[in-house]
């Protein structure tokens, strides 16, 4: 553990707020040993660390991952561009990015980081290179790097991606059982810190119900993720949630229904200003209101 990288990263987030060591101190340790840690003279104790870093706003794993990986800043914006890349299918940055630091040891002796750089080339060999199985086999190396009785966060919304291979390839079945899989690992997790997990994994069961024309299951499991977004106070597929109820209604032509439900997805699709679908979903209601 590198204690003057955790210490100067204390250092600097606790400026940036406009602590002084004092009030960072406040109830915690003393002053001195604040001083001691922001040197690197000493490591605090785990249970230290956690109160200082709620204190400061951050999750606690963080400095454990400053003390660990070097340039873990390089690591991190490294991921959040994967994560930008997958969350609007530019699925050739992926492949970029990913060629680009597969060999890199930020990535390679790290576990959690090269996890991360596995799942995403699972992505594009699957999506740009078409190639099913390499990419159901990536996923479950990407798995085990890390597995350890109980799936982690990540690693069901890793496993996940895996279901959604499956639905694509159209076994329906296959890609249900996975997703109940996900979700009953998900239930053993007292705490999710990203919430929009589970709103994917209700999402995703209820298109493959769908499929199955199970249309009255599907329509429960959206009701299910509008109001663990609501809870949430979280807008993250509410609109999709709407209408996915209002599409199983059309496909039972029950079409007063499937309007009255498309609408709501409208009025949120504006809110988010998310305007990709919306002339879709106005030509339905029309088409059904004409």
């Known amino acids: 553990m590198d204690f003057s990288a955790v210490g100067e990263k204390i250092k600097e987030l606790r400026k940036e707020i406009g602590l002084s060591q004092k009030e960072l101190a406040h109830n915690i340790c003393t002053q001195a040993q604040i001083s001691k ?11 230290t660390l956690y109160l200082i870093s709620k204190r400061l706003g951050i999750d606690v794993n963080y400095f454990f991952d400053i003390g660990t990986t070097p340039r873990l800043d390089y690591v991190m914006e490294t991921s959040r561009q994967l994560k930008a890349a997958r969350r609007s299918t530019d699925y050739n940055t992926i492949k970029q990015i990913v060629e680009a630091e597969e060999n890199n040891p930020l990535f390679t002796r790290n576990k959690k980081h090269y996890q991360i750089l596995l799942w995403h080339k699972a992505i594009y060999e699957y999506e740009v290179n078409h190639q099913f199985q390499k ?21 069901i919304e890793i496993y996940t991606s895996k279901g959604i291979f499956y639905y694509e390839e159209g076994f329906i079945e296959e890609s249900l059982k ?10 053993h997790i007292p705490y999710l810190q990203d919430d929009t997990i589970k709103c994917r994994l209700y999402f995703n069961i209820a298109k ?17 993720g509008i109001d663990w977004s609501i809870e949430k106070d979280n807008l993250y597929l509410l609109a999709h949630f709407h209408y996915h109820i209002g599409y199983n209604y059309e496909l039972q032509e029950q079409f007063q229904l499937a309007s009255d439900y498309m609408k709501e997805a409208l009025l949120i699709f504006h809110l988010v200003k998310d305007n990709r679908y919306t002339d879709y979903i106005q030509n339905k209601i029309d088409k059904w209101n004409g």
Request: glycine letters at 2%; a negative charge; proline letters at 2%.
């Open 37 to 47: 840690i922001e040197k690197g003279e000493v490591l605090p104790l785990s249970s």
């Open 135 to 155: 990419a159901v086999q990536l996923i479950d190396e990407a798995i085990q790097l890390t597995f350890d009785k109980v799936y982690s966060e990540k690693e």
């Open 178 to 187: 996975i997703y109940y899989q996900a979700f009953d690992h998900l239930n």
């Open 208 to 224: 493959s119900l769908t499929d199955l024309k199970q249309y009255d299951t599907s329509i429960s499991y959206c009701k299910e």
